[in-house]
């Protein structure tokens, strides 16, 4: 969905997954952060914040921060960078996969 420019579609269908409320999402940036991320989850706000809209519509980048989203919504906010990363690569790779099999069944 990200792909097809419904960012904020996906992550509502992602949070209704998880049973938590949806975080916001806007191209944008906060002081402090300006130069040093592309993408930033401030939980105070439950938004997120994407550097511009190549960023907005980038599902490792935005599923990255959607994990930092889920820790803080289920009790413990301080996940790692790098759990972040595998759960937005893990993420994909499964959507990968399945894409694949679907594609290889309409083939047949």
């Known amino acids: 969905m990200i792909l097809n420019k419904k960012t904020e579609t996906a992550l509502e269908k ?3 997954f998880y049973h938590v409320e949806s975080p916001k999402i806007v191209v944008g940036t906060i002081k402090g952060k300006r130069r040093t ?3 930033v989850y401030v939980p105070a706000q439950k938004k997120i914040y994407a550097l511009n809209s ?3 519509y980038n599902p490792f980048i935005i599923l990255h921060e959607y ?13 790692s960078e790098k ?6 690569k893990d993420f994909i790779d499964s959507y990968t996969r399945i894409v694949t099999i679907r594609t290889r069944e309409k083939i047949k």
Do not use: P
């Open 14 to 16: 992602l949070s209704e």
């Open 83 to 88: 759990h972040a990363n595998m759960y937005a």
């Open 37 to 39: 991320v592309y993408a």
């Open 67 to 79: 994990y930092h989203h889920i820790r803080s919504k289920l009790g413990v906010h301080r996940g």
């Open 54 to 56: 190549d960023i907005f």
